[in-house]
């Protein structure tokens, strides 16, 4: 029997708190599958939490985890503090100088640094496992880089944040509006109490860059104009997208485009019976579509201690089983970076929706606004209304270029009787 | 770089074409993947195909592969023959022999020698690989073994089987009888002339052996009292089952249950909101419920040429890249036997329809017969009928132990106005 794995755990809160619930719980399950120990040799967090005492007790403990990815006799530093540019990184790469390998939940840190750091773990033969990092539960790093490894990716898209998903269920089932599911999800634990990350779609935006890198070999790269949250969601259009046929959910979509490659994050109308459409609460879903496998979909918990332990502790066992894979799929000299294609060159169709006054030639100034935009009605309809009210109008295009719609709804919204901003939100058909 | 992976394959039909195209069209890829070539170096078959000429000019060719297996200069052996007794596991036992990996898509010969192979290769430190043997394409071996190593795994259900899935499909969306779907499967190529293995369950319940193994840890074991087909389900208990709100899917099931394991393979009515349910023609899905990740839902391409050659590709890869695991997850000597449990030990609802002659009293002698064999009824209807016709009556029970369903409808078998025998399918919530 080898010597044990030695592992040092920074950072104690939920995602903590389940892996090293998980390592003393499972040790026997996990000698078995390693061929050897995983054995937690120090932690790190501000305070002990008081409810790991007795998982921790002997187990050196350190108030700064820098320190502890310098000085503790740890083969494995495991990065569950979270944070893009601060101590977590500072702590990443004090490990990796140290000869040690890291593994991390850390989606903000690697989708700024992720490169950086891939590139410090490969010149010292050292691993960056970040399982964990994207949809929780789900082994998508390990099914897209290994699993799926003889296929060319051609597309990725996916439910990947379960607030927000959380958030848009409960909307729709219950025909609430935004802020009042938010603040039930913020009640029950779901949302944080600054939910901005969430709810703007950058957590989605971060996993999103690091699933684009790890399918199509490139440099981990954000592209912050291509991101749109879920705030302007309202449950009318949430009615009118289930009327069509739609559910609205919050994807994020990489593809390639060409000699580009599409990477955005925002809400979609995606047609009811497809299986990501099914995806509803808390559960995350990644659909990756490959030249020769064509769709998988995978579906699980995308958050909480223990699915994202579980992602945690999978590459642990890899480490202590001494399998390794290059961080993004390949050597970090052979990433190859591609431009990302801007918004307003997608292709797609659109759903539009408008609150007009009742008055004789609305709508032919609608339509005629649209077709000297170039852009072609798929379905038209005017709801009912009580007279003197603003009338919903909603329609659904054909495929069409983004710049064509914005012109569209430029013209559209200088109509007298177009009484507020349209809402616009992408058709996905998949 | 390190030299080559050398590579040679074993059987040119559809999945041995597949792979070899693939291993061509993706040469770059998997190099920059893998950080060394994979070269194909003999293959094996009765008459080398015309339409590989070009992928296989050069490629030394051997009529037998048990030969090829003792001979050529190969790292690894991918065995692409099928059947489980004969070449094929000649072919694998010689390759381990002479110190080749071996990578397989061959679930019969795994499910009768797979804890024997597994052995033989461990002994000597060389991988089987199987990814391409349970679900195609679908990366499900790797997720279970690697991605999920820190789990201890509850259970595993899933549509294993896309020929019968098909079937199912068709008979559901049209209305057709097995018989014609089957014809009709049969004539587009999703069924072989000779559909035994496919809708007896037969395939499903040797994909659901091996995956209980990797689940569980333990030997590979065939159940085949537990193994039932689709051949018995009829166009109207699938019209019932939706009514009531299922659908009728062929499932395999293994999961814990107390000291033994359940480990069974037959027609299911699951609930119509499941994302099981959704999974329609030769798509595949499995489900791995894990103590710690909770649920993991795959879906795929659980045939074809190109699926199945993605995940063979997957273990060279795997091979090339210098990563192994052990074959079922854990050392041969740690596999621990647990005892499967009979299917009369199965506790969970039924449905239940009979042809019964319209007289009076016949409902009565019905329920008093469940009540006689400690049944509880859930919902009972009787369809409209014109007089004088056998008369359709279904019903669903309440969870209850199979052994006491099975008395019941001995006595509903023996009253006189029930016309043929009960046609019983077992209901499954998830």
Redesign the interface.
């Known amino acids: 029997m080898t010597e044990p794995l030695k592992v040092a755990v920074a950072g104690l809160g939920t995602v903590g708190g389940?892996v090293i619930r998980?390592l003393r719980q499972?040790s026997d399950?996990?000698r078995?599958?390693?061929?050897r120990a995983i054995e937690l040799v120090a932690v790190s967090a501000l305070e002990p939490p008081p409810d790991l005492a007795a998982e921790l007790a002997g187990v050196p403990w350190f108030g700064d985890a820098v320190t502890m990815a310098q000085d503790a006799a740890a083969d494995v530093v495991v990065e569950l503090i979270g944070g893009a540019h601060g101590v977590a990184l500072r702590m990443c790469e004090t490990a990796l100088e140290h000869g040690r390998h890291v593994v991390t939940a850390n989606k903000a840190m690697l989708a700024h640094h992720g490169t950086a750091l891939a590139e410090r773990a490969e010149s010292r033969g050292l691993s960056l496992g970040f399982?964990a990092a994207v949809a929780g539960?789900?082994?998508v790093i390990?099914?897209l880089r290994?699993?799926?490894?003889?296929?060319?990716i051609l597309e990725i898209h996916g439910i990947l944040n379960g607030t927000c998903n959380y958030i848009l269920s409960r909307m729709r089932r219950e025909g609430l509006e935004f802020e009042a599911a938010l603040a039930d999800a913020q009640r029950l634990g779901y949302a944080e109490a600054d939910p901005t990350f969430d709810i703007d779609g950058i957590d989605a935006a971060h996993k999103l860059a690091i699933l684009a890198s790890v399918a199509f070999?490139g440099p981990v790269r954000l592209v912050p104009d291509n991101v749109e949250g879920i705030r302007h969601v309202t449950a009318i259009d949430i009615k009118y997208a289930e009327q069509l046929g739609y559910r609205i959910k919050l994807l994020g979509i990489t593809r390639r485009s060409g000699a580009l490659f599409e990477q955005r994050v925002h809400p979609c109308l995606v047609p009811i019976?497809t299986?990501i459409a099914?995806v509803e609460d808390v559960f995350n879903a990644v659909i990756i579509v490959?030249?020769?496998?064509?769709?998988?979909?995978?579906?699980?918990?995308g958050a909480g201690a223990?699915?994202t332990?579980?992602?945690?502790?999978?590459d642990?066992?890899?480490i202590a089983?001494?399998?390794?894979?290059?961080t993004f799929?390949?050597?970090v000299a052979?990433l190859d970076p591609i431009e990302p294609a801007p918004l307003s060159a997608r292709v797609g169709a659109y759903y539009v929706r408008l609150m007009v006054r009742d008055e004789v030639g609305v709508l032919a100034s609608v339509a005629g606004a649209l077709a000297a935009g170039g852009v072609s009605i798929a379905q038209f309809f005017q709801d009912r209304h009580d007279p003197g009210e603003k009338v919903p109008v909603v329609l659904t295009t054909h495929a069409t270029d983004e710049a064509s719609m914005r012109r569209a709804l430029d013209l559209i919204t200088g109509l007298g009787p177009v009484m507020e901003p349209p809402r616009l939100i992408r058709i996905e058909p998949f």
């Not at 078995?32 to 061929?35: A, I």
């Not at 290994?146 to 060319?152: S, T």
Request: glycine fraction near 16%.
């Open positions: 389940g998980l499972q399950l996990i078995r599958r390693c061929g399982e539960g789900i082994p390990k099914a290994e699993g799926l490894a003889g296929n060319r070999g019976e299986p099914a490959g030249d020769f496998v064509d769709r998988v979909v995978l579906v699980g918990r223990n699915p332990a579980s992602a945690v502790v999978a642990l066992v890899d089983a001494g399998r390794h894979a290059p799929g390949v050597a052979d």
